[in-house]
């Protein structure tokens, strides 16, 4: 596994223009826009992804194909991804974060650190909700393929978010008072909460990946 | 060492038939036309793909059962695939070192120096040779015990496969090691495999020594006066020519003591794979 981490992490080597592009939008939503939520958020959803371009240049010219004739267990190299995704995540929250600290104290703002507990349990759902559906997606799909798929199922997300919005409206459901008892009131509790569901959620995505490794062919 | 007793595998329009044996020690070829079955039998092996039928034994294992040290002890070239492009060697280096315990460094740098591989560069970059080149020295570099080598010398220069061969023969100098190799230049095989198999339409067709396929196999050419008259007991496959026929043997002798007047050609692999595929029984 750690074989596979090295990899990963030398794969990354060639994102110079990714991370370049990371920092300015950091440094536009931070210090021009002062956008704290958006910023954070946005910067740990571009690394949990990483995982995701790891895959595709495994995938690069058949390139899974051999990589399975070295001594890899199939097993290792997806919880190897997933290790990878939350690592990079946690790396890209926790570097935002900084970011946006020292951005708000060197403008003499001072930190919002009840909005960012917040914006930190919503990076958590994201992240690990992201891991957890493309990681199998792009598993059994390989690269190509699983764009659409991506697309297809995030797209059927939203329907079933707004679906749901909508009919909370219909029985008269106070949506915006649900979320401001979790996030404001609850918020310890939420993202505990969070935390657990989202643990759970990649749990069981892992074991899928695993299971659609084992049954692909090369 | 490796053996495989009529695996299976049917895909539309193709079914792999196929049973071999790779001894301990033996370089063994697998030859046939593209399409043949050569790498779906590899993938077999490696278990990069779930068969329908038989047996495969690497190491005595099922290549399901095999274990990270017994893949530790299996060297891969694969026609169609290879190193993660966006890698450079240099970047590879620590890889190979962390996944095989036998890998030698000095040696592979040593070795990619001597064949001009450049080490900073991104391997998507490489020419086709260059990928050969640095898969075979990847899979001779830790010092493993089988080699599966799918169209090896696929791409390469008549320089660059002398000296891939070279390397290959160098790593056969070691006691108890076998190669599975396959490639479509007759000549690579003819030189360096101790036995041949020949697929065709993904069952094994033909099985032998190389020195018995150099030795007593023959392509008799005749007129259609002589074809009639010819005993056939030893002729393996007849093709019909503007001529008369051509006919392989595979006792060159007889024909020569019983038929002087025949025209006997010593057949080379290439020829043999013609007349055992497009030949009539």
């Known amino acids: 596994m750690k074989a596979m981490m090295i990899k990963d992490f030398n794969l990354l080597k060639g994102q110079k223009q990714f991370f370049g592009a990371i920092v300015i939008i950091l440094i536009l939503f931070t210090v021009v826009q002062d956008n704290l939520s958006f910023c954070i958020s946005y910067v740990t959803i571009m690394f949990s992804i990483l995982t995701i371009t790891t895959m595709s240049y495994d995938d690069y010219e058949n390139g899974m194909c051999y990589l399975m004739t070295m001594p890899i267990r199939r097993r290792d190299y997806v919880v190897e991804k997933y290790i990878f995704g939350i690592a990079a995540s946690i790396f890209g929250f926790a570097g935002a974060s900084v970011f946006a600290v020292l951005s708000s104290y060197l403008k003499g703002d001072g930190f919002p650190w009840e909005e960012w507990k917040g914006i930190a349990a919503a990076c958590i759902f994201l992240m690990m909700a992201v891991l957890a559906v493309t990681t199998p997606i792009q598993l059994k799909f390989g690269s190509e393929k699983s764009r659409m798929a991506i697309m297809g199922v995030y797209g059927v997300g939203c329907l079933c978010v707004y679906g749901a919005v909508k009919a909370a409206e219909a029985c008269k459901i106070d949506i915006d008072r649900i979320i401001e008892s979790a996030f404001v009131n609850n918020l310890t509790t939420t993202i505990w909460g969070i935390t657990i569901a989202s643990m759970m959620l990649l749990g069981i995505s892992c074991l899928i990946s695993v299971y659609i490794l084992e049954k692909r062919e090369f | ?281």
């Not at chain 2, 996944?99 to 080490?119: A, I, N, Q």
């Not at chain 2, 570099?141 to 023969?169: C, M, Q, Y």
């Not at chain 2, 006919?247 to 025949?262: G, W």
Request: hydrophobic letters at 35%.
């Open chain 2, 1 to 281: 060492m490796l053996k495989l007793e009529n695996v299976k595998k049917q895909y539309q329009g193709f079914e792999l038939d196929c049973s071999l044996e790779v001894k301990s020690g033996f370089v063994t070829g697998l030859v046939g036309k593209n399409g043949a079955g050569k790498s779906t039998a590899f993938k077999a092996i490696l278990g990069l793909i779930h068969t329908d039928g038989g047996t495969i034994q690497v190491f005595g294992k099922r290549p399901e059962e095999l274990d990270i040290k017994d893949k530790e002890k299996i060297g891969v070239v694969l026609a169609d695939s290879g190193f993660s492009g966006y890698l450079t060697i240099k970047e590879l280096l620590p890889v190979l070192g962390r996944l095989y315990s036998g890998f030698r460094r000095e040696e592979f740098l040593r070795k990619c120096e001597e064949f001009e591989l450049p080490l900073n560069k991104k391997m998507k970059e490489f020419s086709t040779g260059m990928k050969r080149k640095l898969q075979v020295l990847a899979a001779v570099s830790h010092e493993a015990r089988l080699l599966i080598l799918d169209e090896p010398t696929a791409g390469l220069d008549v320089v660059a496969r002398d000296e891939l061969l070279g390397l290959l023969r160098e790593y056969m100098e070691t006691e108890g090691r076998s190669v599975l190799i396959s490639s479509h230049i007759s000549g690579d095989l003819e030189g360096f495999c101790d036995d041949i198999y020949m697929i065709d339409d993904g069952k094994i067709v033909l099985h032998e020594e190389t020195d018995v396929l150099l030795s007593d196999y023959a392509l008799l050419k005749m007129t259609d006066e002589q074809y009639h008259v010819l005993d056939k007991s030893y002729i393996l496959r007849h093709k019909k020519e503007d001529f008369g026929y051509s006919c392989l043997t595979s006792q060159k002798r007889f024909y020569q003591e019983n038929y002087p007047e025949l025209v006997i050609e010593r057949g080379n692999i290439d020829e043999l794979i013609m007349m055992m595929i497009r030949g009539e029984k």
